[in-house]
């Protein structure tokens, strides 16, 4: 699903009243109507006291509309307008005099009125500000926004919490909605899935309100909202008389004393997400270990005990996946210096690899083209630099990824994957995946698709998605608490049923 911009939905927004020839206040009112339909089918007459703050804007005229429906059908409702601006938008004003001719009277908050007092028990509609912000609210407006989140009530946002800009951080962190659910137009908004804003989206939810698909399926967009239908053109189907040489042999280069568990779990993930052959390098004293827990893949030892100081391959593997605890002794970093320059396809990178790479930044030229680097947040930062912002940290991540010509996959709760100038944001995963190994896990993961012959970007997208699946059903087994990396593995298999299956099949399963 495509992520908007501010400026491509007031675009798409324009393209659709020029093409269906409808004025403003008909999708204004399409806008409304959706919000009232979601409301009704929820509550259905429910008696329930519902306070709508509503701004000037478009955002507050959404609000208004929606007052009128919900006053219609006899719900106990209260308006305030919160006028933080004489710019009053001509469809506020309009449905404005609608509600008036109706003999609803709203209250006016400004400076100097008080707030409403707000019962726990109370609906609040949050239509304050939308996509429209684009500077702090006032010190009163942002005092009556958390005078809102300090109420325990029920807070529904419409199109995105108020007070939360599209494309920076909030200016201040207080005044921002802490939203319980967020009904967005059309499309969703970058803000949701980064970790400095998506603390104020509880849950979200799409509402269409008939913007022209003509514009939206034609539009190029900088972010891509990743689930199972973009997935599915990606995926490379088992062939019949197919054999394990089809499917690639890869090489798992990481391991040393004390850390030969995490390229375990990485050779695991990386044959169990379908590679036809797995290789190990690691340090001798990872051999007895492996050869035990993993039958299925064959071990290749370093001279040194208990860290690599040389990678020899009597094979050319189709890809490379290093760095899962591999440390950082000197000798390992000339290891590594000199397998990311003998090796000359798309290889994974990942833990300490990218600690190298960060420590040498001269060594990134040699990494092969279309390589997939995983950091997660404190890697990244050694990468790229400090960020100011999510935001800022997209685009310092974007313009790594284009000088380098390499695949990044910001892992969080939320992975992005950047490729140039554009990103793919996951949408599976859960905290229980935020346990040691578990990153060790997506390495192989990747790894192990890229010795199938996914091209690198496709396979750093379905491989981030299915791993973030395996977590969501290793946490339905488990719990957060007691879900282990190992766990993640397991349910690969799972994954990739569930991610095949139909929604049709999917659905009388879980029946
Ligand atoms: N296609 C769609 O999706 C549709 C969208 N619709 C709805 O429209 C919403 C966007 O509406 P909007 O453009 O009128 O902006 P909104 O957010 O209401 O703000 C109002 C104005 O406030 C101002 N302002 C900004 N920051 C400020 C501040 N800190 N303190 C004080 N003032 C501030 C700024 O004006 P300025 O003063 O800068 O000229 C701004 O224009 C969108 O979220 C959705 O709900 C639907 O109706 C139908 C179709
Ligand atoms: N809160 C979360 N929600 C979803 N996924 C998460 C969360 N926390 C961690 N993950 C995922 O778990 C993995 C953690 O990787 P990483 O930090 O490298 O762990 P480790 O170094 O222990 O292997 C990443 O794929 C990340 O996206
Ligand atoms: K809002």
Not at 232 to 258: E, I, N, Q
Not at 367 to 394: N, Q
Not at 448 to 466: I, K, M, R, S, T
């Amino acid at each position: 699903m495509k992520i908007f911009s501010a400026q491509q939905i007031y675009q798409a927004d324009k393209f659709t009243m020029e093409k269906q020839q409808i004025t403003s206040d008909v999708l204004m009112e399409q806008a409304a109507t959706k919000l009232f339909e979601w409301i009704h089918s929820r509550l259905r007459g429910t008696s329930v006291n519902i306070q709508l703050f509503c701004g000037i804007g478009n955002n507050g005229g959404d609000g208004i509309a929606l007052a009128r429906h919900l006053q219609e059908h006899d719900y106990s409702i209260k308006v305030h307008v919160v006028n933080y601006s004489e710019k009053r938008s001509k469809d506020f004003l309009l449905n404005l005099e609608r509600l008036k001719d109706r003999k609803i009277w709203p209250d006016f908050i400004n400076e100097e009125s008080g707030f409403p007092e707000i019962s726990p028990n109370d609906i609040v509609v949050d239509a304050i500000f939308g996509i429209g912000l684009n500077r702090s609210p006032d010190d009163w407006v942002g005092q009556l926004i958390a005078h809102i989140n300090a109420s325990q009530a029920f807070v529904l946002s419409v199109d995105i919490p108020s007070g939360l800009p599209t494309n920076r951080a909030p200016w201040d962190p207080d005044y921002v909605i802490e939203a319980s659910y967020v009904l967005s137009f059309q499309v969703p908004k970058l803000a949701f899935f980064l970790p400095g804003t998506g603390v104020y989206v509880n849950q979200w939810e799409i509402l269409d309100i008939g913007l022209d698909p003509e514009f939206l399926n034609g539009e190029e967009v900088a972010y891509e909202l990743i689930g199972k239908p973009e997935l599915w053109p990606l995926y490379k189907p088992r062939l019949k008389f197919s054999h394990k040489g089809t499917y690639g042999h890869a090489l798992m280069v990481g391991g040393s004393h004390g850390k030969i568990g995490a390229v375990q779990l990485a050779s695991n993930a990386c044959l169990t997400s379908g590679a036809g052959l797995v290789t190990v390098f690691v340090p001798q004293c990872g051999y007895h270990s492996l050869q035990t827990a993993l039958p299925e893949v064959m071990v290749l030892t370093d001279k040194e005990h208990d860290f690599i100081t040389e990678v020899n391959m009597p094979f050319v593997p189709e890809t490379v996946g290093v760095g899962v605890g591999i440390g950082t002794n000197e000798k390992t970093i000339t290891a590594f210096k000199n397998l990311v320059k003998y090796f000359k396809e798309p290889m994974v990178v990942d833990a300490d690899g990218l600690n190298i790479l960060a420590l040498q930044p001269k060594l990134l030229k040699d990494v092969p083209a279309l390589s997939i680097l995983t950091p997660h947040p404190k890697e990244l930062e050694r990468l790229i630099g400090a960020w100011k912002d999510d935001f800022e940290k997209l685009e310092m991540a974007k313009a790594f990824s284009t000088k380098h010509d390499i695949v990044l996959v910001i892992k969080g709760a939320h992975t992005v994957t950047v490729y140039k100038d554009k990103g793919y944001v996951n949408t599976t995963g859960n905290p229980g995946m935020a346990t040691a190994g578990s990153g060790d896990v997506l390495a192989g993961v990747l790894t192990g698709l890229l010795a199938q012959g996914y091209e690198p970007l496709h396979a750093a997208v379905f491989g981030v998605y299915l791993h973030g699946l395996a977590g969501d059903i290793s946490a339905s087994q488990k719990g957060y608490e007691a879900l282990k990396a190992s766990d993640i593995v397991g349910n690969l298999g799972e994954a990739y049923k569930q991610l095949l299956s139909p929604p049709e099949t999917e659905n009388a399963e879980r029946e």
